[in-house]
């Protein structure tokens, strides 16, 4: 072969490495999972082909039923919440603030924490043992009651707490940076008009960030979907099954209960629900033309 | 956007400007609680917190829980504190990072001037690695570390992550190529510059910005990582998070709070620190990946 021959491979064979590893760990892997979800697996992998039981007895399962609708409460209020505070935060900071560079890096920290660590601190502090509760009766307030973290109801808020804490540093970030790419030649026709600034923002600004809302959205969900390591830090899924989420339920049907088959047909339903929300956002922000 | 065009500067507007700081200094301790109580706590000697207040002060001051949590803590079944998962942590994250950023590197340079028929293809199943959820990847990993013989290995853990760091560090760096000039590309071929050539001298040198960007990146996720670590890693390779969490979640004994706490401060030293110091980088780099997807 020619030198320029050579030349001409060399490109595609430095991507290859890449691409290899990419094609078998993850597209590979996804359809290993998909078919041992199509098996009798139990405690390991084993090939008898049942087809879509394992997928019947996961619908059927109330511990499955629980883990999405939790997901269902804390992926809605997590999203919902981290954009608005975010947003918030974000508009706040964008009015000429003296130490904004100050506040902003306070705001920001929570995300280049652990979920492990952030569970670990949120964990104690909202414990009525020792935490919020206690310090408040010590304070004098005898009367206040804070145990959402033990209450099978309210437990799964408690994740909601944390998480918004760790996260919404973040899409402020997102937000204002967003604002700061307005156009204010637009906001002073505006004000020309007679435009309030209420209305200003309602009106022009605010609907001007709909790519950002739609960028926070798809992070956001695919972060609620994926959850994991905080539940286990916070809570381990308890008390009972009250914070019980599809990861946490993945991981201990497939390793701990031994039952690798329906294991693998949740993490099917969790990778077709990513997927239905990631693709169309991907295929909108790359296909021909919006490429730069 | 220049703000003084939202809210004015009249005297109706003082009210207003205090009203601002007020909210905005209450978000700023919202976010800080979870840390001055972490900080304080961890100084303070097991009774003073159990008697019942963790926002105030230390009556006695104590570096002991640090200590405890650093080198003689139980993690698991030994007594070993959270040093040596430090170590694991370290060996684990130094590699991982150092290889997935200069293949992403690489990819990038590639996927923007070196383009052939099918590189968006390549590309989108690249990117589309980013997003998937873990779990999926948990059994078939576990089977083929098995098989390559790196169950429960540091090196196991570096292949994972350099896999699954692959998607956003090629994402990066592929954003952040795209805007580099092609025509500097072409020119240097025409004067008989080959691909690693022209990469080393014409496209690293710019590349510093991304390069730190990339790595504070690939650093904290690595770092900050659960799931890998306690699905396939044992004693000597176990990474900081797990070892923390075991130490958290032990079931048995005395709940050592204080020392709980000096433990999550270790374990988020490193991210924090470089966070702190280069925290700039680190928002721009969460922008570039998120933003522009």
């Known amino acids: ?292 | 956007m220049s703000a003084e065009k939202i809210v004015g500067t009249g005297r109706g507007n003082r009210f207003l400007r205090v009203v601002l700081y007020a909210v905005l200094i209450l978000f700023a301790l919202y976010y800080l609680l979870p840390l001055y109580v972490m900080v304080v706590n961890s100084v303070k000697p097991l009774d003073e917190i159990r008697q019942g207040d963790m926002l105030s002060l230390p009556q006695i001051f104590t570096l002991e829980p640090w200590a405890k949590a650093w080198s003689s803590a139980q993690i698991g079944v030994q007594p070993t504190g959270l040093r040596p998962y430090f170590f694991n942590s370290i060996l684990m994250v130094v590699p991982a990072v150092a290889i997935s950023t200069i293949l992403g590197a690489l990819n990038g340079y590639v996927l923007t001037k070196w383009r052939f028929r099918g590189d968006d293809v390549v590309f989108g199943l690249i990117l589309l690695s980013c997003f998937i959820p873990f779990q999926i990847a948990l059994i078939p990993a576990a089977r083929i570390l098995g098989m390559l013989g790196l169950a429960g290995t540091t090196t196991g853990l570096v292949l994972i992550h350099v896999v699954y760091g692959l998607g956003f560090t090629t994402l990066f760096f592929r954003n952040y190529y795209a805007a580099f000039p092609t025509e500097l590309v072409r020119a240097a071929q025409i004067d008989g510059a080959r691909f690693f050539q022209i990469f080393r001298r014409i496209l690293l040198p710019s590349s510093a910005p991304i390069i730190v960007v990339t790595v504070i990146w690939q650093f904290t996720n690595i770092w900050n990582d659960f799931l890998f670590g306690v699905s396939f890693g044992d004693f000597d390779s176990l990474p900081m998070t797990v070892a923390l969490n075991n130490l958290v979640s032990s079931s048995g004994g005395v709940k050592e709070y204080n020392v709980h706490f000096a433990g999550a401060i270790l374990a988020a030293l490193p991210t924090l620190i470089v966070y702190i110091v280069s925290g700039r980088y680190f928002v721009r780099g969460l922008m570039a990946g998120a933003v522009k997807g």
């Open chain 1, 1 to 292: 072969m020619s030198r320029n021959r050579l030349q001409d491979l060399i490109p595609r064979l430095v991507l290859s490495p890449s691409l290899a590893l990419i094609l078998i760990f993850v597209y590979a892997f996804i359809l290993y999972t998909l078919y041992l979800s199509m098996t009798d697996s139990r405690m390991l992998p084993s090939y008898g082909f049942v087809g879509f039981e394992n997928y019947e007895k996961l619908w059927n399962l109330r511990h499955w039923w629980r883990a999405l609708g939790n997901l269902a409460i804390f992926g809605s209020l997590y999203i919902v919440i981290c954009s608005v505070l975010g947003l918030f935060l974000a508009i706040l900071l964008d009015q000429k603030i003296r130490g904004e560079g100050f506040l902003r890096p306070i705001y920001l920290y929570p995300m280049a924490l652990s979920f492990i660590v952030t569970g670990t601190a949120w964990k104690w502090f909202l414990d009525p043992g020792i935490g919020l509760e206690s310090t408040m009766h010590q304070w004098g307030w005898t009367g206040f009651e804070f145990a959402w973290i033990k209450d099978r109801n309210l437990a799964i808020y408690t994740v909601v707490i944390a998480a918004v804490w760790q996260s919404s540093g973040f899409v402020m970030a997102m937000f204002l940076a967003g604002l700061r790419g307005v156009d204010g030649e637009i906001i002073k026709a505006a004000q020309m008009d007679g435009a309030s600034n209420v209305t200003i923002y309602r009106r022009i600004i605010i609907p001007m960030m709909r790519p950002v809302f739609l960028s926070a959205f798809v992070v956001l969900a695919h972060l609620a979907i994926k959850s994991y390591d905080l539940v286990v830090a916070l809570t381990g899924g308890g008390p009972g099954q009250a914070t019980e989420l599809p990861a946490t339920f993945m991981y201990s049907y497939t390793f701990t209960r031994n039952q690798m088959g329906i294991g693998a047909s949740s993490a099917i339903i969790m990778l077709v629900m990513i997927f239905s929300i990631i693709i169309p956002y991907l295929y909108s922000e790359l296909r021909p033309g919006r490429q730069r």
